[in-house]
Every structure is written in structure tokens, then in C-alpha cells.
């Protein structure tokens, strides 16, 4: 009976010292309970995974569109030159291209800032999510957590310098992944039912491949003319006309293509990751 009522009394201190230090030390007990959670995900590597699958998947579409862009570039280029025998008439296939190929050339630039975005975002990615950066954080992290109970004599500036500097590993270990899926889910469930990457592609190749279809009758109905027709069609306003029209029809919806996909890749690319970047300079300076 005494041994029993000893268990009971021994048990109770126990719970009124777990209750009080529970009580005292809540928040301790909460970034305790947060970090290794953090550690449990950045040992887990299925974000990791899926995150690199995303950056990887996002970088081969962006090249497929720089790969479309520049074919258009191209024979839009060769469609420029294809007639050169009434200069004027030239001159008015230019005055509809021209513009197209400006902006085929912009874009481009575009892209290529739009494929290093994602190139540095694919080795930021590989070195965060490195087994020499996660064992640096686990071992920040376990420090961290002792040093929240165990104080030493004059630890202050010390401690808060690490702490600090634990708060940044954390922050920049998931920054990357979740800014990648932000991206995807952005994209994903507001930008494509509106702007479609893969639809939008599609219709630039296929102006493409109008243009070059033009491009190929004119030389070959130039080659196949006889001598005399050549000297006909050399003063013939109409043919010239046609083929400014025929152009006219090809491009006559490229531009908005390019609009939308230029859109859509600055958000994606550039406008969110710079919008990280801002959002890790504020808390960067709160926390230094």
C-alpha cells in the first residue's frame, strides 16, 4: 500500500513538472517540434524529386518554344528576301513582317533570359537539396534545439548569430522547391486555361510552317515559270499583291501568340522568382 502510494505521488510530480514545463517552455517546444519536422522533409527527398521533375519539365518546354521561336525567326527571314524584283512591292512585304520579326527577335531574348532563370534555378536546386547541405543543417539544427534549453555564461551574440544563421539555412533549404511549386501551381490552375504553353507552341509552329509553305510555292513557281513568264510576273503588281496577302494571312495572328507566351514566360521565369528574391532580402533583414 505504501509502495503504491509512493508510485502515485512520484507519478503526479512528474506530470505537474511536464504540465508546468510544457506551460513555460511552449514555444521552445514548438520550434523544437517545427525544425525536425523540417529535417523529416529535407531527408525525405519527395519534394526534392518532384521539384527537380518540375524544374526539368519546365526548362525542356522552354527550350521547345525558343527551338519554335527561332524557326520562325528563320523563315521569316527567308520570306523577306524572296521577291527583289519591284523594290516597292518589297517593300510592303516588309512592312508586314518586319514587325513580326522584331518581335520574334525579342521574344527570343526573352526566352533565353527565361531558359538561364531556370538553368539557375536547376543548380540552386542540386545544392540545396545536397547531402553535404543537409547534414550542415541537421547538424545546425541540433545545436540549435540544445542551445534553446542549455544556456552558457555570456552567450547572447553568439547565440543569436546562430540561431540566425540556422533560421537562414532553413529558409533557403525549401526556398527553391517552393518556389518551383508555386510556379506550377500558378501556372497549372490560373495561367494555362487561359495561356497554354503547349497550345500556344502549336499555333506558332504553325504559322511557321505556313510561311515556309509560301516561301517554297514562290521559289518553286519562280524556278518552274517560263522565260517569258518571268518577264510578265517581273511587272506584275498582282503577283506581288497575292503574295503580300498570302504573308499577311500567315502572320496575321502570330503577333498575339507571341504576346501570350512572352506573358506568360515573364511571370512564370522572371517575375516570380524576382518577387522571392524580394521577399528573402525583407526577411533576411529582419532576421540579420
Not at 523529416?40 to 518554344?65: G, H, R, Y
Not at 547572447?156 to 508555386?182: D, G, H, M, Q, W
Not at 524556278?223 to 497575292?242: A, L, P, T
Amino acid at each position: 500500500m505504501f509502495f503504491i502510494l509512493l508510485v502515485h505521488i512520484y507519478l503526479s510530480a512528474i506530470i505537474s513538472f511536464m504540465k508546468t514545463f510544457i506551460i513555460n517552455n511552449w514555444n521552445k517546444l514548438l520550434l523544437v517540434a517545427l525544425t525536425f519536422m523540417a529535417l523529416f522533409f529535407a531527408f525525405s527527398f519527395t519534394l526534392d524529386e518532384n521539384s527537380k521533375k518540375l524544374v526539368d519539365d519546365s526548362f525542356k518546354q522552354a527550350a521547345i518554344v525558343f527551338g519554335s521561336a527561332k524557326a520562325l525567326n528563320g523563315v521569316i527571314s527567308l520570306a523577306q528576301g524572296t521577291e527583289i524584283n519591284l523594290p516597292f512591292v518589297v517593300v510592303a512585304i516588309g512592312e508586314i513582317l518586319d514587325p513580326i520579326n522584331d518581335l520574334v527577335e525579342q521574344f527570343s531574348l526573352i526566352m533565353l533570359a527565361s531558359l538561364v532563370s531556370l538553368g539557375i534555378q536547376k543548380i540552386l536546386l542540386g545544392f540545396l537539396t545536397n547531402d553535404i547541405y543537409n547534414y550542415v543543417l541537421f547538424t545546425f539544427i541540433l545545436v540549435f534545439n540544445i542551445w534553446l534549453f542549455i544556456r552558457f555564461s555570456k552567450d547572447e551574440i553568439i547565440r543569436n548569430i546562430f540561431f540566425k544563421a540556422t533560421f537562414i539555412l532553413l529558409f533557403l533549404r525549401f526556398s527553391i522547391p517552393f518556389i518551383v511549386y508555386v510556379n506550377d501551381v500558378s501556372y497549372t490552375y490560373f495561367v494555362k486555361p487561359q495561356y497554354n504553353i503547349e497550345i500556344l507552341n502549336d499555333n506558332i509552329l504553325k504559322v511557321k510552317d505556313e510561311v515556309s509553305k509560301i516561301n517554297k510555292d514562290t521559289i518553286v513557281q519562280k524556278e518552274e515559270s517560263s522565260f517569258f513568264n518571268k518577264i510578265v510576273e517581273k511587272f506584275d503588281i498582282s503577283f506581288y499583291e497575292k503574295k503580300v496577302e498570302e504573308y499577311k494571312d500567315a502572320v496575321d495572328n502570330s503577333s498575339q501568340y507571341l504576346i501570350d507566351l512572352i506573358i506568360v514566360f515573364i511571370f512564370q521565369t522572371i517575375l516570380l522568382p524576382i518577387i522571392f528574391l524580394y521577399i528573402l532580402y525583407i526577411l533576411f533583414r529582419k532576421i540579420v
